[in-house]
């Protein structure tokens, strides 16, 4: 066994990944110090033993701070997922201990997911009080990150392409066509038969440029000759858009079941836009697989799921 070897494998403690992305975190020994509550001196000292123990130098000491080295990226991008699996194993453990059944940390992408993960929530209650729910808003590039990272359990949402899932296991869960949307005041809510020009003279809510739906969605507009104005809102939040296409004459764009809610009734447009994103599923990271509630969360979007498949074909 080398060097190196012994010292991760026997050597290497929970201490020193605090430290390590303490360090990482700040770049400074007295800020490290003072949130770790020890002297400069003690922080100085603990790195220094472990690059000393490591055979390697993990930081570089510039004029702007303490900068990471190739050796210490690599050991503090493991560190951050190491110390993740052991928040994790400290939150099922505490479950058990206080006779709940776990905890579930979900990454939801909002746009796609505002109904299908309310109502596996509420099976999810149903079938097992005991598990609680940690539920996050954002966007595919702030949410995959934290999955591989092991801060999330799932992603629910709008599946990316393909190409982009890299080590996350995906289940596809609800096929929900893309549809043009306005509210019912609007005016051309009241026709039934419209041309795509007819689109012209209203302004957008539209995705966020780098959303997975903002591409496709400006293709399908330009193939039917309907340039974007300049007269625009760039959002993600289901909230605002509905809100906003209450007192408006703005037309947006989102999956079938969000635009058909009561609670908000909006006015679905009379036009097909082709298949622009896959379905909406649920991600894992296959590396860490999922715990027991991870698992439970999973069948109940799958129920979900179906329930509002066949909500959608008996309408």
Not at 2 to 25: F, G, M, P
Not at 74 to 88: G, N, T, V, Y
Not at 262 to 276: C, E, F, I
Not at 280 to 308: D, K
């Amino acid at each position: 066994m080398s060097e190196l070897d012994w010292y991760l494998q026997v050597n290497l403690k929970a201490r020193h990944l605090h430290l390590l992305v303490a360090v990482d975190t700040y770049r400074n020994l007295t800020q490290v110090a003072d949130v770790t509550h020890v002297t400069v001196p003690a922080v100085s000292k603990s790195l220094a033993e472990l690059e000393r123990g490591l055979g390697l130098t993990l930081f570089s000491r510039t004029a702007q701070g303490l900068v990471p080295t190739q050796y210490g990226e690599c050991l503090i991008r493991h560190a951050r997922s190491m110390l993740a699996i052991l928040h994790q194993a400290r939150d099922e453990l505490k479950a058990l201990s206080s006779g709940t059944e776990g905890k579930v940390h979900i990454g939801m992408l909002p746009a796609s997911a505002s109904v299908l993960l309310p109502q596996a929530l509420g099976l999810l209650k149903q079938r097992s009080p005991g598990t609680n729910v940690v539920v996050i808003e954002g966007t595919t590039s702030s949410l995959l990150p934290e999955l591989w990272q092991g801060r999330l359990d799932l992603v629910v949402g709008r599946l990316p392409p393909p190409d982009t899932l890299g080590s996350f296991e995906e289940k596809e869960l609800l096929e929900e066509p893309v549809t043009l949307v306005t509210g019912r005041h609007h005016p051309l809510a009241r026709r039934k038969h419209l041309s795509w020009s007819d689109l012209l003279p209203y302004p957008w809510i539209l995705p966020p440029i780098g959303s997975i739906l903002r591409d496709p969605l400006e293709r399908a507009l330009e193939a039917n000759d309907v340039p974007l104005t300049n007269n625009y809102i760039e959002t993600l939040s289901i909230h605002v858009v509905r809100a906003h296409l209450q007192v408006s004459d703005f037309i947006a764009v989102m999956g079938d079941t969000p635009a058909n809610d009561a609670t908000q009734p909006l006015h679905a447009l009379p036009l097909s836009l082709p298949r622009l994103l896959r379905p909406a599923g649920v991600l894992w990271n296959r590396n860490r697989g999922l715990t027991p509630s991870a698992r439970l969360m999973v069948a109940c979007l799958e129920e979900a799921a179906q329930r509002l498949a066949a909500k959608a074909h008996g309408a």
